[in-house]
């Protein structure tokens, strides 16, 4: 990007805006897109939300309350990845200053967050020493990451690393799936979700029972969340047992249904090409039926029917046809319901949430290819979100220069990501930490009472 | 010995393929069979001091205590699940889990997710099924399948999958125990009991447990003349063929001798008569005289007749099996001894169908040596051979008894 050499002398750069005429300010203020490490420094001088990922990631450990646990923090692994990729594992920090002074000194290019350890990352060879393997993760938020990636064989608009907005919708799906089960099923309530900067979703379950979940626990919920299994090789991906559903599937299928056919349908163009519907067919397991279908298909070109219709209408044959229960053929019990989930169910990158020792990008990093910031997304609007209209690091800088002077403390909020990082408080971290306090105060009190009675004699 | 009995009745019954609901009813079956008591209480001590005693027994070697695991296990399982609703509950309870019993006010409000959770395995959901109520992380993998309805981070589980649950938790701890028996047992009690326990011990995990046949029963004792023609329809391949190798070389090895002879005096043949039988064959290679010197003893002192005059029983397939016949031998089991290719030769000459021989060769591959000679029963007989073949008279009384009822049947 050539246009970065020109923007490497200019590390400063707030202009002061009285200086200037209304006609120049809109091409003066204007930043090139980009990314790259002066960008960085400001985003991380003025955006970055430091104090508010300190305050996360204490949970209540803030050493107000005589039951905080001082070393908490201190426990957490942060990884940085710098220019020139570059990997600094195992990054610590006791308060709110080193973090942020790390950060604004190392300009990462990502930040990775990892589990609380049982010590400090930062002495872990000493502990080594002893052999007892005491150096271990000990809490870890509950995660799960879904890559639009994983869907290319079943996008038509994009492929790759390109992201639109009729794609997005499988993310959509994603969210309106998982979500209801995490809260519902689970009983969780302290969940975030966030744009993942180019073209997926993190999400973030942080409630105490969570960060402690064993690997083994983290696996069968993940589990619990699949059923696309397949590769390139096998023919028929999902497999739904003939008799009922369990109520998780029940349910997340009407989610599915009224996405499949009020959007992919027709975004996607499932039935409109002959090689597009084979695909379909290849998922029903009888001949006479799919040689019928596609009969009835082939005519179908000649006639008149109007191209968005074509997809809706040859959905219902499909439909119609086999739960007529005409061929009672083996493995057509829920085939309908089969082609449903294969294009639209959620598929979770496993392994991202069965270990406790994995790093996952933190919320409100950039991301270098798109320069995108990932920012947190309501899962109650999710329908609403447009990754396409999410603010760029070239497009806040901008607004900053725009801003004028002004306290450095709300310098975010005078930018678009002032929406987002006031949402993350609200609908997230408040909560949070509210309950977070709730339990250390609880616990602590307990252990008074404990250690009360057992000097009773 | 009747623990045991028990147990390998469970194990005999799992190696048949017996569905669930069959092995609980055999488990019940064997066990009031085998376990019962006049007093109620020592129905109580017996299972206690039976299982560990076995517990000394099979704790020695790994091969042991798989099995010993796996149908203790089973036993536990089998047991808990043919128990009434109301006990199995009780039970639970006592077993201090953290698995609490759902109350009815819990239950109606999640009835319609149990209902399809019950669905989902093709099962009506019974009226009045206990349910569980466990925080969700208790149970990963019923959560992993989706085999249980979870609600705001409560896993509500049925009967039979809390058996599972608790069955899994005894098989861990009695496998921790064993290991930890095992230990004390090499290091101290071996030795200990090396005048009391142990030689019991060591002699309790090989023993066969079935009817002796030292006393024949049933039939009429054979004569000579019909041998040959019983020899065809109703000795087991093991004996048939040291019979064949005898009328063929008019002679047999020691263990030939020994294998073939108790058995025959386990089918009934008298003293006199196995006396003119071997000196029959055996005159004809070493004549007449050396047989009365050399070979007509060892026949009387089988028979109890000679020295300290034990009436040797004859061998079970489990000794036969494990004999180790070897060059010019003719003894032991052919199901085991035997190569792939004289064995199958050996199963056309008894005119068996090559499907029954292909699924013989099945079992000998994976060493089921009885149940192979089971299927050749069943094949040569035309009938179901429910107990298996565990002892070569065995396989001869309950022939004959086929043939019988078959005599009786044309008649």
Known sequence: MTKEEIENGTADMEIDQRELMNGERSELNAVPDGFNANYLKVYYGKLFPHADIFKWMSYGNDGKHPGCDESYFGRREFSFTLDNDIYLRFQSFNSVSQLENSIKEKCPFKIDIGPVYSVDPAKRHAYAQSGNNVFTPVEKELVFDIDMTDYDDVRYCCSGADVCLKCWTLMTIAIKVIDPALRDDFGFNHILWVYSGRRGVHCWVCDPKARRLTNEQRSSIAEYFRVYKGNENSQKKVSLTSSALHPFLLRSYKVLEEFFEGNLLSNQSLFSTEERYEKILEMIPDESITSELRGKWQDNKKSSISKENINVDRWKHVKKILKSGKQKGQGLGKCVEEIVFSFSYPRLDMEVSKHMNHLLKAPFCIHPKTGRVCVPIDPNHCEEFDPTAVPTLSKLLEEINMGGLGTDDDEWDRTSLGKSIRFFRSSFLQPLLKSCKEEIENSYNAKLQHSKTSLTW | ?411
């Open chain 2, 1 to 411: 010995m009747d623990r045991l009995r028990v147990l390998k009745g469970i194990a005999d019954g799992l190696s048949r393929g017996k569905k669930s609901e069959e092995m609980k009813n055999l488990a019940d079956h064997l066990w009031k069979a085998n376990m019962r008591h006049l007093d109620a209480s020592e129905v109580v001590n017996k299972d206690i001091i039976s299982h560990f005693v076995l517990r000394l027994v099979y704790c020695r070697t790994e091969d042991l205590r798989k099995w010993f695991l796996s149908m203790e296990t089973n036993l536990f399982r089998y047991r808990l699940l043919f128990e009434k609703a109301e006990v199995q509950r009780a039970l639970m309870a006592e077993f201090d889990l953290p698995y609490r019993a759902a109350s009815n006010a819990e239950l109606e409000s999640v009835k319609e997710g149990l209902k399809q959770v019950a669905q989902s395995f093709g099962q009506p959901l019974a009226a009045d099924a206990i349910f569980y109520k466990v925080p969700f992380e208790e149970v990963p993998e019923l959560v992993a399948g989706r085999r249980v309805f979870i609600h705001k981070g409560y896993a509500y589980i049925a009967m039979n999958q809390v058996v599972s649950l608790v069955s899994t938790q005894f098989r861990s701890h009695l496998s921790k125990a064993l290991i930890l028996t095992n230990r004390k047992w090499t290091s101290t009690i071996r030795e200990q009991e090396k005048d009391r326990l142990t030689p019991i011990v060591e002699a309790l995990c090989s023993s066969y447990l079935g009817p002796d046949y030292s006393q024949p029963r049933e039939f009429a004792e054979i004569s000579i003349k019909d041998i040959d023609q019983i020899a065809k329809s109703s000795f087991p391949l093991c004996m048939r063929h040291l019979f064949e190798k005898l009328r063929e070389d008019h002679h047999l090895k020691h263990g030939g001798r020994m294998q073939l002879g108790l058995f025959l005096k386990g089918v009934g043949l008298k003293l006199e008569d196995a006396l003119a039988f071997w000196k029959a064959e055996f005159s004809q290679r070493v004549g007449s005289e050396r047989f009365d010197k050399e070979y007509a003893y060892s026949i009387r002192h089988n028979y109890g007749r000679e020295g300290k005059r034990t009436d040797y029983t004859p061998y079970s397939c489990q000794k036969i099996i494990t004999s180790a016949p070897g060059v010019g031998d003719h003894h032991g089991c052919p199901y085991r001894h035997f190569s792939e290719e004289n064995l199958r030769a050996a199963l056309g000459k008894m005119g068996i169908s090559n499907r029954a021989v292909e699924d013989v060769m099945d079992k000998v591959r994976n060493r089921h040596y009885q149940l192979a000679c089971t299927l050749t029963f069943e094949a040569v007989h035309g009938t179901s051979c429910d107990a298996g073949i565990n002892h070569p008279n065995q396989y001869f009384s309950d022939s004959q008894k086929v043939l019988q009822s078959k005599n009786q049947s044309t008649v």
